[in-house]
């Protein structure tokens, strides 16, 4: 059924590796370096084992994210972006850009507006202001 499901539409087989609420996160978060499980979980407040689990199940069965585990005890293993997976980041810095200018736009209440978009903007302002003076 989901070969199906996708075949022939570009956006919703891109779709299933960016839709759902914790998958950009994921991906987001394996940007830089591999990471645990544990250390996924603790960069994704609220997410439950069974979902991270599931999660990265999806991704390593569809070779997004890799898992390497170690021959110790007790067993380790880390994650990490295939090349398939880093295929995907220009699409998710494009997303969190998007999201930081129009939350600016917001501007709900103070807390919001202090997101590392509106931090910078202060910073230069505060620049602006010591140049000036």
Known sequence: MESQLYKGCPVQFTLQFLAGKWRIGILWNLREKPLRCCDLKKLLPGITDKVLMNELLHFTSKDI??????????????????????????????????????????????????????IMENLASLDNNINVK
């Open 65 to 118: 994210i890799r898992k390497n585990k170690f021959p110790e005890f007790p067993p380790r293993s880390q994650y990490s972006l295939s090349p398939t997976g880093l295929s995907l980041l220009p699409i998710i810095q494009q997303i969190v850009i998007w999201g930081y200018d129009h939350l600016q736009d917001e501007k709900l209440n103070k807390k919001m507006f202090m997101t590392p978009a509106g």
